[in-house]
């Protein structure tokens, strides 16, 4: 099979050397990581008038800011609304969910107020019913979401499903109509000429590799020289290091992978995903897919079994995965693999603010988008830009959470492949 190791995005938004920017020895602010959530903190903080550099220690959008699946939606977490309320109350749990809807909205005023033409398009998401347990629980929690959200979504019996999806694997799903999609590299493309506009410094191939607190602020110190600041963002989600390790203790990374297939007659493509929503499942392994921007592939992925990049396994496990939704793409070829970092929490939120005590005291950071962040942590960046200005209009219902570790988890997810085996095995047996 001839495919290309690279994200399908990046043919037509490919990942141009940007040039190096000379460090200044002093600024208002750093920010660390040149994604989606440290371009947004940059942007806030140089239009409110602070000098600001963004540092990455690779190419700028080499994170999972390009590498993604370009869905857009509110992201309920695996909590539940049930598991949320017990674990954060009523009213903080109700804030949350409320804030979370209104993600999609805040994308697309966004893309259309920074006039960056990312192909923002509001689809809608499908999400498949393994069994009709499943379908049961969905109904269920849809009726709860309902009462604390004016989230517009509805139930699709397994008799009206071929409408939706031409997979034989499900009894039935959930629509939820005001789910999204962009072009991620497009997007980040965008940012980035945004970010530039407004005075912001972005530094590629500059890691950053310890940061030193003192009496006025910090010395944070990078491969490429050392920078005096008042202020450090951390926004490095599943790439964070051991330079910041009581963050880095905060999340799990995992690796997401996807693949493209080649591109499909036009009637299978019509067959397969009539609607051209975005789509999901419930089985344990998470799978998410979607047609590319001009709707003649498709692109699916999931999670990858290591935390290493492995383009071989991730077509063998992707593929299986794909024909279990779509045994009819049996003969389609695949033409493009490609993976990333994402960045889970312990407590399956994602998390904002500045952080307090140990190593890492006194730096602001947002992560832990628990694999849901392109909406997240455009959002999550802007609003930690308006914190660190000392803006009221910072504030968000995700603040001030315990940002929870487990004894003894230093940053490397040891356990995680034995899970996925797991999951795997428990998808198989229905359980
Ligand atoms: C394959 C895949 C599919 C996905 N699909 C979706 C989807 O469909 N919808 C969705 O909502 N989300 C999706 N996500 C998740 C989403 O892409 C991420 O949550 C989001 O991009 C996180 O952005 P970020 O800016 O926080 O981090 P990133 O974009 O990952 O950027 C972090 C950056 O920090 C840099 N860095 C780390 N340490 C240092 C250091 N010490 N010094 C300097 N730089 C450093 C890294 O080099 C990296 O570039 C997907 C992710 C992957 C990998």
């Known amino acids: 099979m001839k495919y290309v190791s690279a994200p399908y995005w990046w043919d037509d938004a490919p990942r141009e050397q940007m040039d190096d ?13 040149a994604g989606y959530s440290g371009l947004c903190t940059a942007l806030s903080l140089a239009r409110g008038g602070v ?5 990455d220690a690779e190419f700028i959008g080499y994170g999972a800011s390009t590498r993604n699946g370009g869905m857009v939606g509110p992201s309920f977490h695996k909590l539940g609304v049930a598991g949320l309320k017990n674990k954060f109350g009523n009213d903080r749990a109700n804030a949350m969910l409320k804030e979370s809807v209104g993600f999609v909205d805040f994308m697309e005023n966004f893309l259309k107020a920074e006039e960056i033409d990312a192909k923002f398009s509001r689809t809608g ?3 498949g019913a393994l069994k009709p347990a499943h379908f049961d629980a969905m109904a269920h929690e849809l009726e709860i979401l309902k009462q604390a959200t004016n989230i517009n979504a509805r139930m699709i019996s397994k008799s009206e499903q ?3 999806t031409g997979s034989p694997l499900f009894h039935g799903g959930i629509v939820y109509d005001y789910d999204g999609c962009l072009h991620p590299a497009k997007y980040h493309d965008g940012l980035v000429q945004r970010a530039i506009d407004a005075g912001v410094l972005i530094a590629p191939e500059t890691a950053v ?12 110190k990078t491969t490429r020289g050392n920078i005096r600041t008042f ?21 799990l990374p995992i690796r997401s992978a996807m693949i493209a297939t080649e591109p499909l007659p036009a009637d299978l493509m019509k ?3 009539p609607k051209g929503r975005m789509y999901g499942d419930s089985r ?16 699916f992925g999931g999670r990858a079994s290591g935390l290493d990049d492995n383009p071989k396994a991730n077509i063998r496990d992707l593929r299986a995965s794909m024909l279990e939704v779509y045994p009819q793409l049996s003969d389609i070829g695949i033409s493009h693999v490609w993976s990333g970092r994402v960045a889970y929490t312990f407590d399956h939120v994602p998390h904002l603010g500045r952080f307090g005590g140990g190593k890492d005291d006194g730096l602001f950071y947002a992560m832990g988008y628990c694999g849901s962040g392109v909406a997240r942590s455009s959002y999550f960046g802007t609003k930690l830009g308006l914190k660190m200005l000392g803006k009221e209009e910072g504030a968000t219902a995700f603040d001030d959470l315990p940002f929870e570790t487990r004894p003894l988890y230093n940053g490397n997810p040891w356990f995680m492949p034995a899970m996925l085996t797991w999951h795997r095995i428990a998808d198989k047996l229905r359980l």
């Open 284 to 299: 344990r392994l998470v799978a998410y897919y979607r047609p590319s921007p001009d709707g003649s592939r498709i692109l």
């Open 209 to 220: 590799t310890d940061i030193e607190k003192t009496p006025a602020g910090f010395i944070v």
């Open 271 to 273: 067959t397969v995903m």
């Open 125 to 127: 998401r499908f999400r």
């Open 21 to 33: 920017v000379e460090l200044c020895d002093k600024l208002d602010a750093v920010v660390i990581g």
């Open 51 to 55: 000098s600001v550099i963004v540092v």
């Open 162 to 164: 071929s409408a939706e």
């Open 231 to 251: 202020q450090v963002a951390v926004c490095t989600n599943g790439y964070t290091k051991p330079v910041t390790k009581d963050l880095r203790r905060r999340v």
